[in-house]
């Protein structure tokens, strides 16, 4: 069975950081992208941040550039997401993503519809 366990969400202030971390488990993911997605009250989940197969390349949401980094460790079947400088806005539960359905690919990544395999998600709370 595969699973994807998030780690890491918290409640934090302004200002602040949160690493949160992603274990794959049941199959790997070296050869296909991961990524983060979000989800706030009332809101459609939205697109955060992904990698490549490789980690060579990342991507991300406009609201999250240069605040955020992705990163995998094919190694350990693993994901992450170093959040900075956080605001109330980036408030919402946040979802790993994994994809067998592009194998080394990345013109979708993007996409929800890209990914068949999805964390239950952890809480992060940025208070202001």
């Known amino acids: 069975q595969v699973r994807l366990a998030e780690f890491g969400g918290g409640l934090v202030q302004t200002g602040g950081s949160l690493r949160l971390s992603c274990a794959a488990s049941?199959?790997?993911?070296?050869?296909?992208?991961m990524g983060w997605f979000r989800q706030s009250p009332g809101k459609e989940r939205e697109f955060v941040a992904a990698?490549?197969?490789?980690?060579?390349?990342?991507y991300y949401a406009d609201s999250v550039k240069g605040r955020f980094t992705i990163s995998r460790d094919n190694n350990v079947n693993s994901v992450y997401l170093q959040m900075n400088a956080l605001k109330p806005d980036d408030t919402a539960v946040y979802f790993c993503?994994?994809?067998?359905?592009?194998?080394?690919?990345?013109?979708?990544?993007?996409?929800?519809?890209?990914?068949?395999?999805w964390g239950q998600g952890t809480q992060v709370t940025v208070s202001s």
């Open positions: 993503a994994g994809s067998t359905l592009y194998y080394r690919g990345d013109s979708l990544i993007r996409r929800e519809s890209s990914y068949n395999f």
């Open positions: 049941g199959r790997t993911f070296s050869d296909f992208p």
């Open positions: 990698s490549s197969w490789s980690g060579g390349s990342q």
